[in-house]
């Protein structure tokens, strides 16, 4: 559940800020009046887009790194986790951080890409709640012990699953390989669907 919490608030920066950022300010009237200064549209998308995830990103690192001391005590005082070794290798913790950097760009994307079809900062929030949810669906099938390897390609919760892997050492070559591709490719595409997304003046002014 730690290492499930810390994908979940990177998700959350992202769920929190993208409705303000995108719909709020639509609702509010003041992205007609950003937009009158000598900024192109996609400049600013960009800019709310790399605020986002940079932000997500810091949030998981921090997060992820205070979760140590919760692992190695709760190591120390219960039993149930007596045959669960905790790696503070320096290796496996950069690659955790790498799988939190990319869950970072992919969570804002799909973030802001939901939030562009909003309306309202409300409609853009109810938009983003099942984005939330999905760091928590690999916590839900392990206690079903359910392993498939159609898992590996559900974006966002199969990060939560390989960063979980990664604390315990117990990374499987393939899937790991599957995640980290997939994840790159999610995001790519996302982002080239928000730069088509964000030309449209139905977009920016709905």
């Known amino acids: ?3 499930t919490y810390v994908v979940m608030l990177v998700i959350m920066v992202s769920v929190v800020i993208v409705p303000d950022a995108t719909s709020g300010e639509k609702e509010r009237g003041t992205l007609e009046t950003i937009l009158t200064f000598p900024i192109k549209s996609s400049e600013l998308v960009v800019g709310k887009y790399l605020a986002t995830a940079i932000l997500s990103f810091i949030v998981g690192t921090v997060s992820y790194l205070l979760s140590f001391p919760t692992l ?3 190591n120390k005082l219960f039993k149930s986790y007596e045959d669960i070794v905790f790696t503070t290798n320096f290796g496996y913790i950069l690659l955790a951080i790498l799988v939190i ?3 970072s760009l992919l969570g804002a994307g799909v973030c802001m890409a939901l939030a562009g079809k909003a309306k309202t900062y409300k ?4 938009s983003l709640q099942m984005v939330s949810i999905l760091p928590m669906i ?3 099938l392990s206690t079903m012990e359910v ?3 159609i898992f590996d390609f559900i974006p966002i919760a199969n990060c939560s699953a390989l960063l979980n892997d990664i604390v315990i050492n117990n990374i499987n070559i393939q899937s790991f ?5 997939t994840t790159i490719v999610y995001t790519v595409v996302i ?4 730069s088509k997304q964000y030309k449209s003046e139905e977009t920016l002014f709905s």
């Open 1 to 3: 559940m730690v290492i």
């Open 72 to 74: 190695s005590i709760s």
């Open 101 to 103: 950097f990319l869950v």
């Open 123 to 126: 409609e853009a929030q109810s």
């Open 138 to 140: 690999p916590f839900f």
């Open 147 to 149: 392993d498939n390897i």
């Open 177 to 181: 390989l599957i995640i980290i591709l």
């Open 191 to 194: 982002l080239f669907y928000i």
